[in-house]
């Protein structure tokens, strides 16, 4: 395989698992912080002691991994590449509030979440082959 | 309250993502395996601005915490895109990338998303 190829083929790779990392994590932290007795305010305390119920300490642990991918990510290729590939996962996103947090997603916030992907998708079209490492820009400056 | 954690997520969250992105190329490719994770934490202390960004993380990491406990996650999750179109133009002017005419065009969309899920 080109070497091109395929650090282009691991940078995908890797943003499949940023997502899914990041959306779970998500979830599951959401889900948590909602069966805290009381609302957390500006104290440190109060979000220390969030922190020691499982499924908010489950959703960080998610969390913390999709920071360090990401980060392995972002030194493989530009910001201007990992945003717009990661911001798919906005669509799964509210399919997931939707189906395991029974939230109302109405036809206004799905169109929302299909413009920000469909913005994503375009700006990562541009993005894919000028931000990866080995390749020169190739647009219009 | 909500839109209150919204900007401060926001806010903190384009900081952090453009000090990081400039400070990692810096530091070269990492791997994402055990001891390239190793790595990358040594990396984050050894260096002020991965520190820093870090800082910026934890603070968008709370009004984040804060914010879905108040708001629903398909309103908080994609109300944060608003960074995409903060940092494609920090991307442009303060990391020197290149921003053509299609990302432009996409950062428009994002927003115009993000106005609509926020609505």
Same mark, same amino acid.
């Given at each position: 395989m080109h070497p091109h190829s395929r650090t282009k083929t691991r940078a995908l790779a890797l943003s499949l698992l940023v997502i899914a990392l990041n959306n779970f994590g998500n979830l599951i932290l959401a889900y948590g912080m909602r069966q805290l007795p009381e609302t957390v305010s500006a104290n440190p305390l109060d979000y220390i002691r969030a922190m020691l119920h499982p499924f908010v300490a489950l959703g960080i642990v998610l969390l913390v991994g999709w920071l360090l991918t990401r980060m392995a990510l972002l030194s493989w290729a530009d910001l201007s590449f990992v945003l717009p590939v990661t911001a798919t996962g906005y669509v799964l996103n509210m399919a997931l509030s939707q189906t395991f947090l029974h939230e109302t997603v109405d036809a206004r916030m799905w169109t929302g979440a299909i413009l920000i992907t469909a913005g994503a998708a375009l700006a990562g079209s541009a993005s894919t082959k000028a931000s990866l490492p080995g390749r020169q820009e190739d647009g219009p400056r | 309250m909500k839109w209150l954690l919204l900007?401060? /997520?926001?806010?903190?969250?384009?900081? %952090?993502?453009?000090?990081?992105?400039?400070? /990692?190329?810096?530091?070269?490719?990492?791997? !994402?395996?055990?001891? %390239? *994770?190793?790595?990358?934490?040594?990396?984050? +202390? %050894?260096?002020?601005?991965?520190?820093?960004?870090?800082?910026? /993380?934890?603070?968008?990491?709370? #009004? +984040? /915490?804060?914010?879905?406990?108040?708001?629903?996650?398909?309103?908080? !999750?994609?109300?944060?895109? #608003?960074? +995409?179109?903060?940092?494609?133009?920090?991307?442009? +002017? #303060?990391? =020197?990338? =290149?921003?053509?005419?299609?990302?432009?065009?996409?950062? *428009?969309?994002? *927003?115009? %998303?993000?106005? *609509?899920?926020? =609505?």
């Open positions: - | 900007a401060l /997520m926001v806010g903190t969250t384009v900081l %952090g993502d453009v000090l990081q992105s400039h400070e /990692m190329k810096r530091a070269g490719e990492q791997s !994402v395996s055990a001891r %390239g *994770l190793v790595r990358i934490l040594r990396t984050i +202390f %050894g260096r002020r601005y991965l520190i820093l960004a870090v800082f910026f /993380m934890a603070i968008s990491f709370f #009004a +984040f /915490m804060a914010l879905v406990q108040i708001a629903p996650l398909s309103f908080a !999750v994609p109300a944060s895109a #608003a960074t +995409f179109v903060l940092e494609t133009l920090l991307a442009r +002017f #303060a990391l =020197h990338e =290149h921003v053509c005419w299609r990302r432009a065009v996409g950062a *428009l969309l994002v *927003l115009a %998303g993000v106005i *609509l899920v926020a =609505h």
